[in-house]
């Protein structure tokens, strides 16, 4: 391929980009259509393939589009991720969240930094991959609902592996400044809900207080916690460097002298290995089995202890001499690696096989909050990136 690069129009093309996909409303559990149809009919202008994938009611989409190697001679594909959805906004904001507003070499709008500022720039280079005699495909991974426990990556991810699309090179596109994050903890959270037997006070032994049993669960969780620190793997890259565990509240009962039918306990855990979550529930549920259920149904049989799980954002481990970081490192020339206390969807990759990074514009000390912006500078490096991607991944 001949046609040359101009960095300069990718750099304005991926700010016209973003401010198309900051105008689509897309907080995390809404209907993400229309950026998911956007972002597809564009990828298609391009020669790209796709496929979605959705929720149980099609109202949120992932989608997975391919620009495909010219010869690839066994070189692994290179996956581009981002999440679709963003936080939701308060009352707050001085500009127009849903609108880009360009103000002192800085771009606002909710989804500016995390993360539609990546996903601009990627779809800026579709048209020069399209046009590159690509040495491996690359593909685009676009999801909905990662900011409320990675929801729709899942769903993708299973369909990856029917497809048979496990290896390669993934880049979440997460905002870290350009510098590779190569590991974060898992997050797990629960909801337990407890159903006993309402009464008066001053009968305790004719009802089943739910509050009472939720606390005794919420007492096991905090000794649990301790075996947890004991659990702590020696060559630990976290901090702290142990699973962690908190109980965030507990809900139930109206009364002084009301025996409370009903109680629930919102729990979580972040677990530095994914043993430590299957070891941690393991434990919790025998308790709340084989000693709390029976002691309840003595009183009452209807008595009920219902665990949900509200997510399971799995952990992304470090991994030595890991081929996504050393691909990054080449690109952006810096060798550091670093961990980070929030998650992503990189586990969910990595689980799968694929060798993956994070790696992304912008900084996450401006996520998720009001006047959310990306730095113009940033995108200037994200276009520069992916021109090195570009490199790469050309024949000649
Ligand atoms: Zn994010």
New binding site residues.
């Given amino acids: 391929m001949s046609t040359e690069i101009n960095l300069d129009e990718l750099y304005n093309n991926s700010i016209k980009i973003l401010s198309d996909l900051i105008g689509f409303k897309t907080i995390s559990g809404e209907d993400n259509s229309n950026l998911i149809n956007y972002c597809e009919n564009y990828l298609h202008n391009f020669g790209a393939t796709s496929f979605k994938t959705f929720d149980d009611e099609k109202k949120r989409v992932n989608l997975f589009a391919t620009i495909k190697a010219k010869k690839s001679n066994g070189i692994k594909p290179i996956i581009l991720s981002g999440?679709t959805d963003t936080v939701p906004v308060s009352k707050s904001w001085s500009t127009d969240p849903f609108k880009a507003t360009i103000k002192k070499e800085k771009l606002y709008g909710r989804g500016s930094c995390?993360?539609k500022g990546f996903i601009a720039c990627t779809l800026a280079f579709a048209p020069v991959y399209s046009k590159t005699d690509l040495n491996r495909d690359i593909h685009f991974s676009f999801t909905f609902d990662?900011?409320t426990a990675c929801i729709g990556a899942p769903i993708l991810i299973k369909e990856l592996k029917k497809r048979n699309i496990n290896e390669g090179i993934c880049i979440v596109g997460?905002?870290t400044k350009m510098k590779i994050i190569d590991a974060h903890k898992g997050c797990y959270e629960y909801t337990t809900y407890f159903e006993g037997l309402a009464g008066h006070s001053s009968m305790p032994h004719k009802g089943v207080s739910a509050v009472e049993f939720a606390t005794k669960y919420s007492n096991k969780l905090i000794e649990l916690r301790e075996e947890l620190k004991k659990r702590s793997p020696k060559d630990s890259v976290f901090d702290p460097p142990f699973s962690t565990l908190q109980v965030g509240g507990i809900f139930g009962g109206i009364a002084h002298n009301v025996i409370a039918d009903k109680c629930h306990v919102e729990w979580e855990t972040r677990p530095v290995v994914k043993e430590d979550g299957i070891f941690l529930n393991q434990e919790i549920d025998k308790y709340a089995n084989e000693v709390l259920l029976p002691e309840m149904r003595k009183v009452f049989t209807n008595s009920k202890i219902t665990k949900k799980i509200i997510g399971e954002v799995a952990g992304f481990n470090r991994v030595l001499n890991s081929e996504a970081c050393e691909f990054v490192s080449s690109l952006t020339g810096d060798n550091s690696r670093e961990v980070v206390s929030?998650g992503?969807e990189a586990g969910l990759f990595q689980e799968i096989g694929i060798s993956t990074v994070v790696c992304g514009p912008g900084s996450i000390d401006q996520?998720h909050k009001v006047d959310e912006f990306i730095e113009l500078s940033e995108l200037k490096k994200c276009v520069k990136f992916l021109d090195g991607i570009r490199e790469k991944s050309s024949i000649n």
Avoid: N, Q
């Fill in positions: 999440h995390d993360m990662e900011e997460e905002p929030f992503t996520a």
